[in-house]
């Protein structure tokens, strides 16, 4: 059912991309990529990715092209099979009074705006797809489904030159480490679909790639990235030897030294990111990310529960030892562990304030509050709440 779902979505639904040659050349990107939405989140929920996750890695994950060249695609065809029609026809009229007045000088007629949105792309009303062949000439016969196959591939080029080859701007930090570490362009201008995306495999092995392939993981250098945290100070919180970033985290670590050697076949090669992730066999692969998985969150458990008690020994010491206090020591120090409430209808209060708690902040979690006591004064609850480590 998971592969079922991925492949209904590699293109737009035909209903959303009704009429497309008309109403697409008036509006912009930016509210093409609102029109698409709700497919990027469906697929963004099944790789269980972050919201921060640009819509271009997510395409770029699956292969699909985005709205945009859909609606080029549309609108080239539409001009070309206008062209085809005789002169008296009413579409044909109608494109060329267009034409007319925006000649004239009418900038919102629909051939002015599909001029400006055709050069936006490096394209012109009278240079359109496909490229590669001319059409007029009497030695080429293409079908129609031929020209249309051609002019779909000639838009899919456009897009990935414009968007990962060669744009127009910087990418941002995100979209370039994604370029660098883990898309693949072919040698003929086409991105590559990842093999785990073919490949049948348990869910949570799947979502496991997925996240570390779209950086939707809890590593220090995309924990990090969010915090602008200086890259050579995002340490490795296991070893503290190295940034921790995907390579390191799945190539160099010592602390999953011993699942790397239960997973030979995945190393034979160089231990780097891109020929990790690019090994033939994508469930082995799976397999050894949900190990690390595992073990990265048992480690700083464990971690957590060790720094935890220095606090507690530190004040049970200031507060046993007389010579720390003046006057007759009597004191004591309890701990205890309670549990918030899910229930909406409960009042969860900040232990340390007392102070109801926003709506939003209302979560099952465990916290340990430290008291203190001396003489007859007691001290408000000092929370400590712990967090989910992976």
């Known amino acids: 059912m998971f592969r079922i779902s991925i492949s209904l979505s590699l293109s737009p639904p035909p209903e959303e991309m009704y009429a497309a040659a008309v109403w697409a050349p008036g509006i912009t990107e930016a509210m093409l990529t609102q029109i698409e939405r709700p497919q990027i989140t469906m697929i963004s929920r099944l790789l269980r990715s972050k919201p921060s996750v640009p819509h271009d890695i997510i395409r770029a994950e699956l292969g699909t092209p985005p709205m945009l060249v859909e609606a080029l695609f549309q609108l080239v065809t539409f001009i070309l099979r206008v062209r085809e029609l005789p002169t008296s026809r009413l579409t044909r009229l109608a494109f060329e009074s267009s034409r007319h007045l925006a000649e004239t000088g009418h900038e919102g007629v629909w051939y002015a705006q599909t001029y400006r949105w055709l050069a936006d792309h490096g394209m012109g009303i009278t240079d359109l797809p496909p490229f590669q062949y001319d059409l007029s000439s009497p030695h080429i016969t293409l079908s129609r489904s031929e020209r249309n196959r051609i002019i779909r591939q000639d838009l899919l080029q456009i897009h990935v030159r414009e968007t990962w080859i060669a744009p127009r701007e910087p990418l941002p930090t995100k979209r370039q480490h994604y370029r660098e570490h883990f898309l693949t362009v072919t040698a003929d201008g086409f991105i590559q679909r990842p093999r785990y995306m073919d490949t049948y495999m348990a869910p949570a092995e799947r979502v496991a790639i997925g996240q570390l392939r779209l950086s939707s993981h809890q590593l220090e250098i995309e924990i990090g990235r969010a915090t602008h945290t200086p890259r050579d100070e995002r340490l490795c919180r296991i070893c503290r030897e190295e940034v921790e970033d995907e390579e390191h985290y799945t190539c160099r670590c010592q602390a999953y030294e011993d699942i790397r050697d239960r997973y030979p076949q995945l190393f034979r090669g160089p231990r780097e990111i ?82 109801l708690l926003h709506i939003r902040e209302r979560f099952r979690r465990f916290t340990h509050a430290i008291t203190w006591r001396y003489r007859d004064v007691s001290s408000a609850p000092l929370s400590i709440w712990t967090p989910r480590a992976f």
């Open 274 to 355: 891109r020929a990790l992730l690019g090994t033939e066999d994508q469930r082995p692969l799976g397999r050894f990310l949900v190990e690390l998985q595992r073990r990265r969150g048992s480690l700083l458990q464990q971690q957590m529960e060790i720094h935890l008690a220095p606090p507690l020994r530190l004040i049970l010491q200031i507060f046993s030892d007389p010579h720390t206090l003046e006057g007759p020591a009597r004191c004591g120090v309890s701990h205890y562990t309670e549990q918030r409430s899910l229930d909406d209808s409960v009042d969860d209060r900040d232990p340390l304030s007392g102070e």
